[in-house]
């Protein structure tokens, strides 16, 4: 075995990293230039309705599919280690996720009016957009869920990055024919996504194997709590668009627009922090499985030093530059003050932490704890913005705290929890020598 071949040996990460790892940065990539193609096609006034398509969409889809994907995923990959088929699994899953997919497009349905008029300068065609969007969605997640339970991580990165990919090419497409209005850019998003997925899974053989019967246990009892926590986080990552888009006077219908553009730069680092994320639940929850506290406690310390030092190096250089980037990217009349970009900053790099605290409760089981967790992060970020008066500012303000409680609330629920764990560790051998005597 040469040096090479050595190290491919040694290599940590799980099969298929890369090509998920590739797929997630071509897809985050692509965000930035499906918004700056389409900001640059529209204008400030004319974008707004699309950046509030896109924030709600977002905490929609994935908020309330994403445990879907996670949960399919987890119970194919030990069905397929027994070396039993997972097609009732699929099933159980996409019979759960298409009960939710129902109530939110009847849900949707019903307030198309009003939200067309009150969140997208009354154009009803992204109502119906953000309807096919949750289609989509639904679609996205199940297929994603399959695929990782298979171990098929090649097109299941083709999903992540073809979405994107495709989100660009069809609204360079749009500006190329001189679209004027947010609705066909609305379109053209939600077009991206069912078309990867139907080009990821078109001739894959062997993902729906039969096997036998599943329970609903076997998908998760805990999915609730987990779809809680699911929505939650992505409201917070995107509410702040949508929570403009409401509280903007007349005069001030581009607000929205510029939110979401400066947004997305200070929010550059919780996407890089990806990675870090993917790769910190297996490892917590191997260690919390055979015991090893000690050594559970000093990785969580190494990943929240690593979220400080990331934070504040983000906050440092994204105050300073961030109004030049949105410019850059997104042309002039969008970027936000460097005040603006200090807050925004500041609330990623709090919710960096959250994620990691999140994921530290979930591999210890503490499913309602995490939930408890990101609901407080949602009621802090209400009334704060509730109370406040000036429109930036006050939503600003509203995701700084609500990471603040975020932290508080899991970082207070995860030490009892530890000290609970690490004693039952330490008695359960007492106990079995005490019967033994």
């Known amino acids: 075995m040469n040096a090479l071949q050595r190290r491919i040996a040694s290599n940590p990460l799980p099969p298929g990293a890369v090509s998920v790892g590739i797929g997630l940065v071509i897809g985050g990539l692509s965000q930035y230039g499906f918004l700056a193609v389409a900001t640059h096609a529209l204008g400030t006034d004319r974008s707004a309705p699309l950046a509030t398509f896109w924030a709600l969409l977002v905490i929609i889809g994935p908020g309330f599919f994403l445990p879907i994907e996670q949960e399919i995923g987890s119970a194919l990959a030990a069905r397929r280690a027994r070396g039993a088929g997972g097609r009732p699994v699929v099933l159980r899953a996409a019979a759960s996720g298409g009960a939710i997919l129902a109530g939110l497009v009847v849900a949707a349905i019903a307030a198309s009016g009003p939200v067309a008029q009150k969140l997208f300068a009354g154009q009803l065609v992204l109502s119906w957009a953000l309807i096919a969007g949750l289609v989509a969605y639904f679609v996205q997640f199940l297929g994603r869920g399959t695929l990782a339970g298979n171990g098929r991580f090649r097109p299941y990165g083709a999903i992540v990055g073809g979405e994107g990919i495709l989100r660009v090419v069809f609204c360079a497409g749009l500006a190329g024919v001189g679209a004027v209005t947010a609705g066909p850019f609305g379109l053209a998003m939600v077009a991206g996504s069912f078309v990867a997925v139907i080009v990821a899974l078109t001739g894959r053989r062997g993902l729906l194997q039969p096997g036998p019967p599943a329970a609903w246990s076997e998908i998760s009892s805990a999915l609730g709590f987990l779809l809680i926590a699911s929505v939650m986080t992505q409201f917070l990552l995107s509410v702040g668009t949508v929570a403009v888009q409401l509280l903007a006077a007349p005069a001030q219908q581009a607000a929205a627009g510029r939110f979401l553009t400066s947004r997305i730069i200070a929010y550059i680092p919780i996407f890089l922090f990806q990675a870090v994320q993917y790769t910190l639940l297996p490892k917590l929850a191997a260690l919390a499985g055979v015991g090893r506290y000690g050594e559970f406690v000093k990785t969580l310390r190494q990943i929240l030093g690593l979220v400080a030092a990331i934070g504040a190096a983000a906050v440092l250089v994204l105050t300073v530059v961030g109004p030049w980037a949105t410019r850059l990217l997104f042309g002039r009349g969008f970027e936000l003050t460097q005040l603006d970009f200090l807050l925004l900053s500041a609330s990623c ?85 005490i019967a033994v005597q």
């Open 349 to 433: 790099a709090g919710f960096m932490a959250a994620q990691v605290l999140s994921q530290a409760l979930i591999s210890l089981r503490g499913f309602a704890r995490v939930a408890a967790g990101w609901l407080s992060g949602g009621a802090a970020f209400v009334v704060v913005t509730a109370l406040g008066t000036q429109l930036f500012l006050r939503v600003e303000l509203g995701l700084v705290v609500a990471a603040i409680a975020c932290c508080a609330v899991m970082a207070g629920a995860l030490l009892p929890l530890l000290r609970s764990r690490a004693a039952e560790r330490v008695e359960a051998p007492l106990a079995a020598r």
